[in-house]
């Protein structure tokens, strides 16, 4: 309680391990990397602590740790006041990325599989469509202008 961590070359305060400790009012200040860095799976309170001008951090919560913050004052950090690792946000970001990717996916993969299955419709249509108006329309030709006359004539025709 009541210490003043200053331009030390990482933290001012680093809790590890279990431990699980009270840190009151302490100033943390222009440390290398953090003013207060907790990791592994410790614990405890952590109140009215000042943490200001830190390379990284004024506080840094890594995954599995879980003090409890209340009342501290973080200004003038490099990277953020406050960064807070949990499993929680890997996996809400891992899954918001899979569905955004997934997506993407499914509308390219969508769009490529459209573009096969159109073409391959608009094939067989047009072979039934290209099998039925010949027909159609040799029987409309045939009942206007009589019988279709070949441009070949008799003699110009192999034997």
Known sequence: RGNSCRANGKHGICVSGQAQP??????CEENGQCGIAYGRTASGLVAENTCKANKQYGIWVLR???PNLMHNQCENNASSDLKWESWIHDLASGAIGGAIGGAIIGAIGGAIIGAIIGAT????IGAIIGAIFPGIIGAIIGAI???FNDPLDESEKAP
Do not use: M, V
Request: charged fraction near 10%; charge should be neutral; glycine fraction near 24%.
């Open 64 to 66: 599995g740790a879980s």
């Open 145 to 147: 202008g009589g019988p």
């Open 22 to 27: 009270t840190l009151e009012k302490n100033l």
């Open 121 to 124: 419709i608009g094939t067989i």
